[in-house]
């Protein structure tokens, strides 16, 4: 799981940036704001997260029974 909210907050953090390059630190607020959500929901996967549910090929049994 770890590797791949890294990969997220990167990209999340990269657009927020460029899209106020004069204001780093309003991206990175608004970086944090869109970010937070997202990881206190990953937090709450259980079974080893996202990375065990791809792994084990439960996708679409995690997919449907959490959305």
Avoid: C, N, W
């Amino acid at each position: 799981m770890g590797t791949a909210m890294a990969i997220v907050g990167a990209f999340v953090l990269a657009a927020e940036t460029a899209a106020t390059p004069d204001d780093p630190a309003g991206a990175q607020q608004r970086h944090q704001d869109k970010i937070s959500p997202l990881l206190d929901t990953a937090e709450q996967i259980p079974g080893g997260g996202m990375a065990m549910k791809i792994f084990f090929g439960h996708t679409e049994e995690f997919v449907l029974a959490t959305y």
